[in-house]
């Protein structure tokens, strides 16, 4: 497990069909960074939904709206990602939940981890990073 690219849990998640299309929730403040995570996750295929802060996606899981996948910043306005991964874990969601963070240090990414995430990824995501992403949640 190395914390530079990535680093998991053998959390469980909820299976996937893999001949529907994967519904991913990108949570980032960053204009830019979500423009550039959703242009990627589009080109796999996969339909994509933006909230801006961790907030606003507690409230989507909330409507009963759900994801296979969410890809969640650690650091945002109204509600950061470690409180939104740890309330979403707490409302029992069954999500895939992916860190992804501009911080490389280890201790930043192993306490964003144990607030429930699968993963944690340094941005920007590529494809090669999606692609992992995607295979470890077809597999699992």
Same mark, same amino acid.
């Given at each position: 497990?190395?914390?530079?690219?990535?680093?998991?849990?053998?959390? #469980?998640?909820?299976?996937?069909?893999?001949?529907?299309?994967?519904?991913?929730?990108?949570?980032?403040?960053?204009?830019?960074?979500?423009?550039?995570?959703?242009?990627?996750? #589009?080109?796999?295929?996969?339909?994509?939904?933006?909230?801006?802060?961790?907030?606003?996606?507690?409230?989507?899981?909330?409507?009963?709206?759900?994801?296979?996948?969410?890809?969640?910043?650690?650091? &945002?306005?109204? &509600?950061?990602?470690?409180?939104?991964?740890?309330?979403?874990?707490? &409302?029992?969601?069954?999500?895939?939940?992916?860190?992804?963070?501009?911080?490389?240090?280890?201790?930043?990414?192993?306490?964003? &981890?144990?607030?429930?995430?699968?993963?944690?990824?340094?941005?920007?995501?590529?494809?090669?990073?999606?692609?992992?992403?995607?295979?470890?949640?077809?597999?699992?």
């Amino acid at each position: 497990m190395g914390f530079g690219n990535v680093m998991s849990t053998s959390k #469980t998640i909820k299976t996937i069909d893999t001949e529907k299309k994967i519904s991913v929730l990108i949570v980032e403040d960053d204009l830019l960074i979500q423009k550039i995570h959703k242009v990627i996750m #589009t080109k796999f295929g996969n339909e994509v939904q933006l909230a801006s802060n961790g907030k606003e996606a507690v409230d989507l899981f909330l409507s009963g709206t759900s994801f296979d996948l969410i890809l969640t910043d650690l650091e &945002m306005p109204i &509600m950061d990602g470690i409180e939104a991964t740890k309330q979403l874990c707490l &409302m029992g969601v069954t999500s895939m939940i992916v860190g992804v963070t501009s911080r490389n240090q280890d201790s930043e990414i192993q306490a964003f &981890m144990k607030s429930g995430l699968n993963a944690c990824y340094v941005k920007p995501l590529n494809a090669e990073k999606v692609t992992a992403v995607l295979n470890e949640l077809k597999n699992n």
